[in-house]
């Protein structure tokens, strides 16, 4: 199957401060990436998807102007949280895919924790 | 809003024993079905899928699954495990729908097994 990375694979920062975690296909062009969070011992939440080159779509509940999403490429999607704080704390999954329809291919996903 | 339910959160067998994971959804219209395989330290990877036609679905790894709609369930089994099949599984859900096909996801069965 396609290879999907995330960068960086666990990160610990300060309450405050904000953390880029990056979505990247390294074999294939991915129209579609989405963003899960994972929370411990529970399944995996969907928290937007973007499509490239336009805006994110957010899930119910999620707020866009903290979780801030770039598609900029057909590559490489960001996830950036800003002003973190512990509650932010989790495992951040990203999945790509291809054509509409096609299998979503899942990334190794990222540890933050927010001291 | 639809929803993935797996009853069973953790799973302990013996090798060679046979498995049935249980997974049930909430959405009443035409859906397609998952099942991710997430081995330990490693990213989902997809098991199986059904989208139409023969309602029991073979994967990779000796696992298959059937579709049944009356039940609106879409059980995993394997005949006989093996202690590399170790891991916790996902069961997900998406409605088709071109272009924005999301996923939801059960809440995970870990499956232990001892050798």
């Known amino acids: 199957g396609a290879v999907v990375s995330q960068h960086p694979s666990w990160v610990i920062c300060k309450s405050g401060t904000s953390v880029k975690i990056e979505c990247r296909s390294l074999d294939f062009q991915a129209t579609t990436m989405f963003w899960y969070r994972q929370f411990p011992k529970q399944s995996l939440m969907l928290m937007a998807t973007s499509n490239e080159g336009s805006k994110a779509t957010y899930e119910q509940g999620v707020e866009k102007d903290k979780f801030l999403i770039n598609h900029a490429s057909l590559t490489l999607s960001t996830l950036t949280v800003t002003s973190a704080h512990p509650e932010d704390s989790s495992f951040y999954i990203c999945?790509?895919?291809?054509?509409?329809?096609?299998?979503?291919?899942f990334g190794p996903g990222t540890r933050l924790t927010v001291l | 809003a639809q929803s993935v339910s797996q009853h069973n959160h953790h799973v302990i067998l013996s090798e060679a024993a046979s498995l049935e994971l249980g997974c049930n959804y909430s959405?009443?219209?035409?859906?397609?079905l998952f099942w991710y395989v997430q081995y330990p330290g490693q990213h989902l990877q997809l098991l199986l899928k059904?989208?139409?036609?023969?309602?029991l679905v073979k994967g990779i790894k000796g696992f298959e699954a059937e579709f049944i709609k009356s039940k609106f369930s879409f059980n995993l089994r394997k005949p006989s495990v093996q202690w590399s099949d170790t891991a916790e599984y996902f069961c997900?859900?998406?409605?088709?729908?071109?272009?924005?096909?999301?996923?939801?996801f059960g809440t995970g069965t870990r499956l232990t097994i001892i050798p």
């Open positions: 999945s790509a895919r291809g054509l509409a329809g096609s299998e979503q291919f």
């Open positions: 997900a859900v998406n409605k088709p729908n071109f272009g924005n096909e999301k996923l939801t």
């Open positions: 959405y009443g219209g035409t859906v397609n």
């Open positions: 059904y989208f139409s036609g023969d309602p």
